[in-house]
């Protein structure tokens, strides 16, 4: 397939990379003028959309979003697919839907989940919203790009299902740390806690999978003194998507906005940017009751 890349960070460059490496031909186009393998540059990003079976994105934002669809939509090929992967919020997601759909272009929006990591071994899980014709064509590219892709419905269903998973992540994270803070004021081991917990009803992936003590359960970030892994910042931006779209459904969500809240104090008032999200234990190790 003749695939146009826009926005080459350190989860499109790599995702690039790896279509490149199976045999697509992949141009590419980042205001930072950063490439990837095997792809190659193009001067602007209506320039890597021309011509291209599939256009896909990874952007920092909805707005940046928005501002690249205006481009690139009008040169794109009829029945060609505009597939987003970048984390934004479902407005911005549905207004570029309804903007593809006036063009003949099928939109997709298919955040994902599995960081750099996930990115570079080609281990990423896809959560994607849009027509079954959009999401057939790109079936094959999230193959090589991930692991595992659920099609959640129609256009912002991905985005959806994105900002609803992390809330959990959020919460049950703060809760983990909150929980083995609590363990050691009360003078329990980490290591027992961790062993109880793991196999009680109070696992989790957070607890299980990501465990944020050092030196016990797997090797996770805490490891390796807080570097991420998954940001602080990402899950405050995580968070606040969450809430936006909580807000605009009506619905009511009070651990996401504590955890909100609580990321937002740690990132923008504590020494939470730059550290791995899990951080949040050292936090708590460090406060008292207030
Ligand atoms: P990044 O900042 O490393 O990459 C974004 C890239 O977009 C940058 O290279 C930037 O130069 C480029 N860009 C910005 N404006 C542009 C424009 N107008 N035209 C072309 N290129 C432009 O971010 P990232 O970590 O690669 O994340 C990308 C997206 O994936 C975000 O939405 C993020 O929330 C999401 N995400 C990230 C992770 C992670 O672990 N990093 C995990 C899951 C999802």
Not at 10 to 33: C, E, I, K
Not at 110 to 118: F, H, I, K
Request: aromatic share 6%.
């Amino acid at each position: 397939m003749n695939i146009g890349f826009i926005g080459l960070g350190n989860m499109g460059g790599p995702m690039a990379a790896n279509l490149a490496a199976a045999g697509h031909s992949v141009t590419s186009f980042d205001v930072a003028g950063t490439t990837a393998n095997g792809v190659s540059a193009a001067a602007s990003a209506v320039e890597a959309a021309t011509g291209a079976d599939i256009v896909i994105t990874m952007l920092p934002n909805g707005a940046i979003l928005r501002s690249v669809a205006n481009e690139v939509i009008p040169v794109m090929d009829a029945n060609a697919v505009l597939l987003d992967c970048s984390t934004v919020d479902v407005e911005s997601t549905r207004a570029v839907a309804e903007q593809c759909a006036a063009a003949n272009v099928l939109a997709m929006d298919a955040p994902v989940s599995g960081g750099v990591g996930g990115a570079s071994g080609g281990t990423l899980t896809f959560m994607v919203g849009g027509s079954d014709e959009a999401f057939a064509k790109a079936s094959p590219l999230f193959e090589i790009m991930g692991q595992k892709a659920v099609h959640c419905g129609p256009s912002g269903n991905g985005q959806a299902a994105k900002i609803c998973n992390n809330m959990i992540l959020g919460a049950t994270m703060i809760a983990t740390c909150e929980s083995f803070a609590l363990a050691d004021k009360l003078g329990l081991d980490r290591q027992k806690m961790f062993d109880v917990v793991s196999t009680s009803s109070g696992y989790s992936w957070s607890m299980n999978a990501y465990c944020p003590a050092p030196g016990v359960g797997p090797t996770t970030p805490a490891d390796n003194n807080y570097e991420p892994g998954f940001a602080a910042d990402l899950m405050l931006k995580d968070l606040r998507l969450a809430q936006e779209a909580a807000i605009g459904a009506n619905a009511d969500t009070p651990m996401g906005a504590l955890a909100q809240a609580l990321y937002a104090q740690f990132v923008e008032d504590e020494d939470g940017s730059g550290k791995d999200f899990s951080a949040m234990l050292p936090k708590f190790e460090k406060s008292d009751r207030p």
